[in-house]
């Protein structure tokens, strides 16, 4: 699919949504099955968080402010800024406590995390996942936060929202464009039957590497992320069918490679039934005789029998993917779809 095509979607909503822009129809002859989470209303309450790095004092007023514009109250947590150690809003035991204190919020319908960078690993084992199962919400987070998309999925069996950069970015870009995240769209919608809708690709472009069809849950993330929860209670799951999404953000090839080896050999893609592979971006410092790794990604992947699908970029900056994990979902990638069942 060429820059700025239409990808039209001919069933449910499709996961592959630009955070910016997009146009919805409606076609009240169809329904989508809705997700576990109900949808958020005006006046719900967003609690806003950092489980590992901090932001700056001066982007809370404009993610306030863009919050308030569309209808909720904001909360913040008492972790904010980057005073600590490595950058990192607080110790672990207080990044901990503001997470739990939002989970055992029950009016605090969605968690929104701003952090960048590591940070959220030492938060799983302290978690209160019966208090987000008494208490169920949504929670939206990037980067290093896909360990805590697992862990919510695997231990409180809730779906979450990953996006694929940063939520001050995203949310200062639909300021600046006057766009709206898709992710909040998602919330919005998540229990109503409107589909279909279509999404304006931006930035990328979305390749068949492997022709088939697969159903399966809806799991991912951060290769290396992955990696390191590798024989963990939090690890990807083998009991049940999946649809892998990875991606990876300034890592060198052969640290790609490396995490890649450590997930096949624990087991990790036993149950995988497609792949989903969203924006690999190698560091700016990667010597140019490396070997490249959308090669190291074709060597692993063209080789399996699945059906695989790629999202690449055709520029440095693309816009902002939001992947509804933990959700059932049928990857098509000759049709070049994939839709919640």
């Known amino acids: 699919m060429k820059r700025r095509d239409f990808l039209t979607i001919p069933a449910a909503s499709c996961l592959f949504s630009a955070m910016n822009s997009c146009q919805t129809t409606m076609k009240p002859e169809q329904t989508v099955h809705s997700i576990s989470l109900p949808a958020i209303q005006n006046g719900d309450t967003i609690g806003c968080l ?27 947590g008492a972790y904010l800024g980057g005073d600590f150690l490595y950058g990192l809003s607080g110790a672990t035991q207080e990044r901990l406590a503001d997470l739990n204190a939002f989970i055992r919020d029950e009016e605090i319908k969605v968690i929104v995390d701003l952090s960048d960078g590591y940070g959220a690993l030492p938060l799983l084992v302290g978690i209160d996942f019966d208090a ?16 805590l998309h697992l862990a919510i999925y695997k ?20 300021i600046n464009n006057e766009g709206f995240p898709a992710w909040l769209r998602f919330l919005r919608l998540s229990s109503m039957n409107e589909t279909p809708f279509f999404v304006r690709q ?19 993330g951060r290769v290396s992320r992955l990696a390191g ?33 450590q997930l096949f050999e624990s087991g ?12 690999f971006r190698s560091p700016e410092d990667e010597p140019d005789d490396q070997i490249d790794l959308i090669d190291v990604l074709r060597e692993r ?40 069942i």
């Not at 987000?132 to 360990?147: A, C, E, H, Q």
Request: proline share 4%; aromatic share 10%.
């Open 202 to 220: 931006h930035k990328f472009t979305i390749e068949t590497w492997v022709s088939g069809q697969a159903r399966g849950k809806l799991i991912g």
């Open 301 to 340: 992947f063209l080789s399996l029998n699945l059906p695989v699908l790629s999202l690449q970029t055709t520029e440095k900056e693309n816009d902002t993917l939001s992947m509804v994990l933990g959700t059932m979902v049928e990857l098509n990638s000759d049709e070049k779809i994939l839709n919640y």
């Open 268 to 279: 990790a893609f036993s149950r995988v039934r497609g792949i989903v592979l969203g924006r």
């Open 155 to 174: 231990k409180a069996e809730l779906h979450s929202i990953m996006v694929t950069d940063s939520v001050p970015d995203c949310i200062n870009n639909s």
């Open 229 to 261: 929860l590798a024989g963990t209670d939090f690890a990807v799951p083998t009991e049940e069918d999946v649809i892998l999404f990875l991606e990876e953000s300034d890592e060198y090839a052969y640290r790609v490679d490396r995490c890649l080896t």
């Open 50 to 76: 950092c489980t590992a790095g901090g932001i700056e004092p001066a982007q809370q007023e404009p993610i306030e402010r863009f919050f308030q514009s569309q209808g909720y109250r904001v909360r913040w």
């Open 132 to 147: 987000l199962r008494t208490y169920p919400k949504w929670f939206i987070g990037y980067s290093d936060r896909t360990v």
